[in-house]
């Protein structure tokens, strides 16, 4: 299954690398508390050190990400975590060096096979849904009760104006009897 990803979903990524801090202090505290109380119950331990090693592991995973990234990229990734625009580059150029590195994320830490939204032609998937909408004869007032969405909206996905969320396409590829990769896969620019 391809994951189907829109620019807006970066939050994922500034979460994540916020959260890499939180780890390295829990981390530490771990190893501190583990040193320093040798009356702890071996259930405890346990959990200690299954925290610690978690928390050890997405150390290290966000350590070999920001070793692969360059100056540039790496600089654009750390304004972004702590929400301070960088002043050297213009906002277009800054805003395509954050996608990059959002793929980049992406492809390190979910899944391999990956699909961004701006890779797919949604002139392309709004003629697939449309003319498979037409081959199984369902009304557009149809689609629209099961999708629980306005006239308006079906339109604007079957157009090409707009492009479904993964919960949208997925529902519209049930309904339609449609494999939702190689509905994906045929909408590729």
């Known amino acids: 299954m391809k994951l189907f990803l829109k620019q807006r979903n970066m939050y ?16 530490e505290l771990c ?5 320093e109380d040798s009356d702890t119950p071996i259930e405890d331990l346990a959990m200690f050190f299954k ?8 150390i290290k995973e ?7 990234l360059d100056d540039v990229e790496y600089r654009v990734l750390m304004s972004y975590v702590n929400d301070e625009p960088l002043d050297s580059m213009d906002k277009s ?11 980049k994320w992406c492809k390190k830490f ?3 096979n990956l699909i961004f939204i701006h890779e797919l032609d949604t002139q392309k998937l709004g003629k697939i849904l449309k ?5 199984k004869y369902y009304s557009v007032n149809s689609v629209t009760d099961f999708l629980g969405v306005s006239a308006d909206v079906l339109r604007n996905y079957e157009t090409g104006r707009r492009t479904p969320r993964i919960n949208v396409l997925y529902a519209l590829c049930e309904l339609y009897e449609l494999n939702i990769e190689d509905v994906i896969k045929d909408s590729l620019k």
Do not use: P, T
């Not at 003319?131 to 081959?135: A, F, G, P, Q, V």
């Open 51 to 58: 925290e610690m090693d978690a928390a050890n592991l997405l």
């Open 110 to 112: 979910m899944v391999d």
């Open 31 to 35: 190893r501190v508390y583990l040193q």
């Open 131 to 135: 003319d498979k909408r037409i081959e």
């Open 62 to 68: 966000y350590q070999l990400f920001i070793d692969e």
């Open 12 to 27: 994922y990524m500034k979460y994540w690398c916020k959260h890499v801090n939180d780890a390295d202090v829990a981390s």
């Open 93 to 103: 150029s800054y805003e395509n060096i954050k996608v990059k590195v959002f793929k």
